[in-house]
């Protein structure tokens, strides 16, 4: 698959090797998948190929097609306001204008600290328009969990949500910002005004989507956009540049930056699309109320949603009664999210009699999903809701469940199209274990990403030298090729010889009726090996009794797997996710034992 060249003048957003990559992932999966057979094909949705076509343009491609192609059509709604596809790429093209007249070159990174709303949208493709790389971040992060990644990618222009500049304003004066682009939600939305209309007005006031003045020293959103559109002659990117830098999470040491090109994005949204099967342009209305600083919303918003001319309902931050009261206007028929989301969604819907049988298309990820939850979401939802698996490096999805009978509740899924996947030694990378038996999950795919940014260290660590990914997590295959995650190769805790798989212990406490959640980790002893640790959260009123929980444990696990110390907390930290972060609650308990 040749593949044109850059016409980009600047090669510093080009990633070593990416054509190359790029032209090999064709062959690759037309050679591999001809020499093997491939068990988990046979239990794809009828209609969902084993390959997909791989892109040859860029993402920026992608939206004018769309654009062109779906005109009037509504590409996004905002608290009752809608855009179309039209208004968005004129939007688009003024605001790469202004941030060409910043300075902003091919190749520049450029931050994103913005909750989902329109101008999220119109910033990401804006920065990719010029050739420039996106830079993602939570926009509720503090200044110090900020200014990691702010002296890792060295971006000088930041586009921020108003309630943010304040700490990117504490950055110490290394970290030379020369322009902030203040994105105020009142100013731009005024219809937020009547958000009567769906939260309680004293709700309003409390909600992160507070009422805010402009934020002084910056340049105003709307001036941004004021200085006409872009030369339509002006350079493009092509399909291997760098399109997004994405910060891991940093469960395992501080975050690093995953290089992601327009290559790896627009493929794996081509296997989202090819996934879910029977999908129709410009008839899907997608909720987006996963952050789309977040991989997965990324990639499920602003590109799949954008590649199907879908309707993007945004949510800056999830409410039941702003989803229920938009599902009676807007109703979605993709609604991806995670296990407690679709809980609270669910109970909130049948209270208020509410429907909810438009959503057709429903992936969890993140954490596990419960069957009690499968149970309930499906008992008021028209589709089935079904788990899959990714990571920033993989763009971010890699393997899901069918939206099909063949689906197995409590599993990953199957890979998806074009995507390999092989099984194997935690230790020794390049030997397979046998069916049925844990090991390491190794990926490769057209979605698998580039490098970490100013890492290479940490890039030989994760990619193979013949292209496999290096999950970290530890899993088992069945013989019909569904994946189950036992748990993090880096977080399994070694004691007296044995492998102790912190999410199991964990799942096994989360049953005991006074136990909300728990977090199971190991404690070096001096005479070698760890010992089992568990951090639980328990229901309120309820003293902690170590010796009764230890009990229980027993009864499901084998005694080496049972917590020899067993600790309460009064909440646990999480991720934006509602992802139990071990590594932060070892921090705080290991000192007190």
């Not at 696990?557 to 590594?583: H, N, T, W």
């Amino acid at each position: 698959m040749p593949l044109p060249d850059s016409v980009n003048p600047d090669p510093a957003n080009r990633v070593p090797n990416a054509e190359a990559k790029a032209e090999a992932s064709a062959e690759v999966f037309t050679e591999e998948s001809a020499a093997t057979s491939h068990p988990w094909v046979k239990n794809y949705q009828p209609g969902v190929p084993e390959q997909i076509e791989l892109p040859t343009k860029s993402l920026v491609d992608m939206l004018e097609t769309s654009v062109e192609e779906a005109g009037a059509s509504p590409a996004l709604e905002f608290f009752g306001r809608r855009t179309s596809y039209r208004q968005l790429g004129e939007q688009v093209n003024r605001a790469a204008e202004g941030l060409r007249k910043l300075g902003v070159r091919a190749g520049d990174r450029v931050a994103l600290v913005l909750p989902n709303c329109p101008q999220h949208v119109v910033a990401f493709y804006a920065v990719l328009r010029l050739g420039a790389v996106v830079v993602e971040h939570n926009p509720l992060y503090t200044s110090r969990e900020l200014r990691h990644q702010f002296e890792d990618h060295q971006a000088r222009v930041v586009i921020a949500w108003d309630k943010a500049v304040a700490a990117i304003e504490e950055f110490p004066a290394d970290i030379k910002i020369e322009k902030i682009v203040s994105v105020n939600l009142l100013t731009a939305f005024p219809a937020l005004k009547r958000l009567a209309l769906y939260l309680p007005v004293q709700k309003l006031r409390q909600s992160r989507v507070a009422l805010s003045a402009p934020a002084p020293g910056t340049m105003p959103w709307k001036e941004l956009l004021s200085s006409g559109s872009i030369d339509p002659a002006h350079p493009r990117p092509d399909v291997a540049d760098l399109a997004v830098i994405g910060y891991t999470s940093g469960t395992t040491g501080l975050p690093k930056g995953a290089m992601l090109t327009h290559f790896n994005l627009f493929s794996n949204a081509l296997q989202g699309e090819a996934w879910m099967h029977g999908a129709q342009k410009r008839k899907e209305i997608l909720y987006a109320i996963l952050p789309m600083f977040h991989a997965f919303g990324m990639t499920l918003y602003l590109t799949f949603g954008i590649r199907k001319q879908g309707l993007l309902v945004l949510f800056p931050k999830f409410e039941t009664d702003l989803v229920l009261d938009a599902m009676k206007k807007s109703p979605a028929t993709v609604y991806c999210a995670v296990p407690p989301i679709y809980e609270r969604t669910a109970l909130a819907a049948k209270e208020k009699g509410v429907s909810l049988r438009s959503c057709k298309y429903c992936i969890s990820g993140a954490m596990n999903l419960p069957d009690h939850v499968v149970e309930l979401w499906e008992s008021v939802a028209g589709g089935l809701l079904v788990e899959g698996y990714g990571m920033t490096e993989s763009s971010p999805v890699a393997l899901g469940n069918p939206f099909y009978p063949t689906r197995k509740n409590g599993t990953i899924g199957v890979p998806f199209p074009s995507t390999l996947m092989k099984v194997v030694d935690a230790n020794h990378p390049g030997e397979e274990v046998a069916q049925g038996q844990p090991g390491e999950l190794l990926l490769k795919g057209p979605q698998v990403f580039q490098g970490y940014w100013n890492n290479p260290e940490e890039t030989a660590r994760t990619l193979t030298a013949d292209g496999w990914l290096r999950t970290g997590d530890v899993v088992t295959v069945d013989q019909e090729g569904f994946t189950t995650i036992v748990d993090r190769a880096k977080e399994l805790v070694i004691t007296g010889g044995f492998n102790v798989a912190p999410s199991e212990v964990e799942s096994v406490l989360r049953q005991h009726r006074d136990v909300v959640d728990a977090a199971v980790f190991g404690k070096a002893l001096e005479r070698g090996g760890e010992m089992v640790v568990a951090a639980v959260e328990l229901e309120p009123g309820v003293s902690l009794n170590e010796e009764a929980l230890r009990e229980h444990c027993r009864g499901q696990l084998a005694g080496y797997k049972v917590p020899r110390r067993i600790v309460q907390v009064p909440d646990m930290p999480r991720s934006m996710l509602g992802k139990i972060l071990r590594k932060q609650v070892k921090e705080r308990v290991l000192p007190e034992l």
